[in-house]
């Protein structure tokens, strides 16, 4: 795997050593397209355990099907940071190390050798649960391919994933920005609850390097919508450039059991509306359904026609913004905050530059 000039990464085949079988081409999920696929049925659903919903993005159903398939000798693939705050796949067998995955991480996460390990523990008949974004879902399935019974595939409803290398951007300059202090990151969380699930903030702790850990913790948190990282995320400008036209999505990723925020509960069934979390639960399979009939929460059955209104990542790709070539060009000369101010400025003399920027690079095909 090799970044590529705007730090993403891509495959790349080293032709002194190819024998040209073609099997990257068959493994390829990009280039064997599946077909769309629609649930069976569409629920609404959250964990009875609210110390667990707490700490989940949105009803906490990722735990409740991980410790199923742990309580019966399986392993968990998902997310997770690793020390340098990195995000990714990584797998347990322990109950306790679930919260490594529990929460939604906006990176995209290196998925390194879990397909390989996961066919591994799938050969030795051990049950697998494997989780992450439609594309690794969809990339897993290809690798097999083969159906395994005792493999379950679940993925996350999925608006894109922003690049490694702007993540790391991120929190090196907000570090700067905030504490004037030699400090590391202690604990990162995308869906801070503290203040409700739907107005949630991203939450970051520190600590001053040489001091006693419990001494020197400090605590910044601030809403979605006031944060630098996440306007850049959900205004599609970090996200890297196959999100735009993702071949994974509406059912076409071959998971099970597709989960996600069940955003519009609060119009669509204001009983579950107590904003603490509820997510959407989508069965694809019937060993989705038999997964889904087996666990013990709180859940009712709504359209799937309601759930699409307001939650359109489920079938599309968002929209490459004017702006996304920009900002990776400026991101890569003035680094994040910089290149996301001069974006997102209402400057006019700046929006004159920004625009004739735009009609050039249109003009030359850039
Ligand atoms: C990048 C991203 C974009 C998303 N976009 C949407 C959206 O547009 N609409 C929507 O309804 N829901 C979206 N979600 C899903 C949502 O945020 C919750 O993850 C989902 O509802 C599950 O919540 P939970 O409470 O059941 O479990 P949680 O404990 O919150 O979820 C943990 C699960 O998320 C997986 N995960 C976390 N971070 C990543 C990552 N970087 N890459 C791959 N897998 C990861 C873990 O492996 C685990 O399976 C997105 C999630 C991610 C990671």
Redesign the pocket.
């Known amino acids: 795997m090799v970044h590529d000039f705007d730090g993403i990464l891509y495959p790349r085949i080293d032709t002194t050593k190819c024998i040209n079988c073609k099997v990257c081409i068959k493994a390829c999920s990009v280039l064997n397209k599946k077909e769309s696929r629609f649930p069976y049925y569409t629920i609404a659903a959250f964990?009875k355990n609210n110390n667990i919903?707490k700490?989940?993005?949105?009803?906490?159903?990722?735990?409740?099907v991980?410790e199923k398939i742990i309580n019966e000798g399986g392993v968990v693939?998902?997310?997770?940071f690793n020390n340098n705050w990195d995000?990714i796949?990584d797998y347990t067998d322990n109950i306790e190390n679930l919260q490594w995955?529990?929460?939604?991480?906006?990176?995209?996460?290196c998925i390194g050798n879990c397909y390989s390990i996961a066919k591994t523990f799938l050969d030795k008949n051990k049950k697998v649960l494997f989780?992450?974004?439609p594309c690794?879902i969809s990339g897993l399935r290809q690798y097999l391919g083969k159906e395994y019974d005792n493999l379950i595939c679940?993925d996350?409803?999925?608006?894109?994933?922003p690049n490694q290398l702007v993540w790391q951007d991120y929190l090196r300059e907000q570090k700067q920005i905030l504490w004037n202090k030699d400090i590391s990151y202690r604990d990162i969380s995308f869906?801070n609850k503290d203040n409700g699930w739907k107005g949630y903030n991203i939450r970051m702790l520190y600590v001053q390097n040489g001091y006693n850990v419990s001494d020197k913790v400090y605590s910044h948190s601030e809403p979605f919508y006031n944060n630098t990282y996440m306007t850049a995320f959900l205004n599609n400008l970090s996200l890297i450039p196959s999100c735009f036209s993702c071949h994974a999505k509406c059912g076409k990723s071959g998971s099970d059991i597709t989960?996600?925020?069940?955003?519009g509960v609060d119009e669509i069934l204001q009983e579950f509306d107590d904003d603490k979390?509820c997510?959407?639960v989508l069965c694809y399979t019937e060993k989705g359904n038999k997964m889904i009939e087996s666990l013990k929460m709180q859940c009712k059955e709504v359209l799937y026609s309601e759930i699409l209104k307001h939650?359109m990542?489920?079938e599309q790709s968002v929209e490459r913004p004017l702006y996304w070539g920009l900002f990776y060009k400026l991101w890569i000369i003035l680094r994040f905050h910089k290149a996301l101010k001069i974006i997102r400025t209402r400057n006019l003399v700046i929006r004159i530059v920004r625009r004739t920027y735009i009609l050039l690079a249109c003009k030359n095909g850039i």
């Open positions: 964990n919903r700490e989940s993005s949105s009803g906490g159903i990722f735990t409740l991980a693939f998902g997310a997770r995000v796949h995955f529990r929460g939604s991480k906006y990176v995209q996460s989780t992450g974004t690794q679940m996350v409803i999925c608006h894109g994933v869906r989960i996600g925020d069940f955003w979390g997510s959407i939650n990542c489920i």
